[in-house]
């Protein structure tokens, strides 16, 4: 049986106040949560794109529990579900995101594939091929790990063979650190670490009028349609202008 690489996108079902918060100014709640929907449909399509290139198998790191059916709204038929909470007992120092993190690639990895990547919702604009180039490093032998790094000093994806805790230990999540920390984790026990090229989180309102703008990676068209549906063009390119001129 050809080995595969499993890849799960970190996924919250979209709910107003909940989801995408740091969107809101200038989108209201409701907005940021449409927005979360078009960007896991875009995310998932896009890992479904992989999969006709390279032996990928797609997932929905979801939580919490009970929010299976809001989520399969949003989802590429192709995409299964796993629960990655973080609930399990962690290692000591794995905390916060990162205990969601490291559950999510124990359960792909338990699942019986070769490899297992996490993927962030907030970048629907990735290039197909670094999802690609990412399940063929880590299909090739031996023990690494593979990091997709973020504009932002952060990560939009990281792919393992085994499910080293070492990876998420004592990281400062949520900062410009995180990538680093990361790395450093990597040299402290030995593993290789391979680097695909940088990209963008939309993760504020600039951030979103970057994907307004640029052409290079995914097409994200349920991003885009959603944009438009909900009236954003105005609003984000004005929010872009004033971002560049600061």
């Known amino acids: 049986m050809t080995p595969t690489c499993a890849i799960g996108v970190m996924a919250k079902a979209p709910q107003a106040g909940r989801s995408k918060t740091r969107l809101c100014p200038p989108l209201t709640p409701e907005q940021a ?3 979360s929907a078009a960007f896991l449909r875009d995310t998932t399509e896009n890992m479904a794109a992989a999969a006709r290139r390279a032996p990928v198998r797609s997932y929905a790191a ?13 989802l590429a038929p192709e995409t299964a579900l796993l629960l990655a909470d973080g609930s399990p007992e962690m ?3 794995v905390k916060g995101f990162g205990r969601c ?27 197909t091929a670094y999802l690609v180039q990412a399940a063929t490093l880590l ?8 990091l997709g790094p973020a504009d932002d000093g952060g990560y939009y994806f990281l792919g393992l063979k085994a499910p ?3 990876m998420f ?5 949520s900062t410009e650190t995180v990538a680093d920390e990361t790395r450093a984790r990597a040299r402290e026990i030995g593993l290789d670490l391979v680097e695909l090229a940088p990209w963008y989180d939309v993760d504020d309102a600039a951030s979103l009028g970057v994907l307004l703008r640029e052409t290079a990676g995914y097409a994200a068209p349920a991003s ?20 560049a001129a600061e």
């Open 62 to 74: 979801y939580a919490p529990a009970g929010t299976e059916a809001l989520l399969r709204e949003c």
């Open 33 to 35: 949560a449409a927005m």
């Open 139 to 146: 299909l090739a032998p031996g023990d690494r790990a593979v």
């Open 169 to 173: 230990r004592d990281i400062a999540w």
């Open 101 to 127: 993190l490291l559950h999510a690639i124990q359960g792909m990895l338990d699942a019986g594939h070769a490899a297992a990547g996490v993927l962030s919702s907030d970048s629907p604009t990735i290039p």
């Open 224 to 243: 885009r349609a959603a944009i438009a549906r909900l009236g954003l063009w105005e609003k984000l390119g004005e929010a872009a202008r004033l971002s």
């Open 91 to 93: 290692p000591e120092g």
């Open 164 to 166: 080293h805790a070492a």
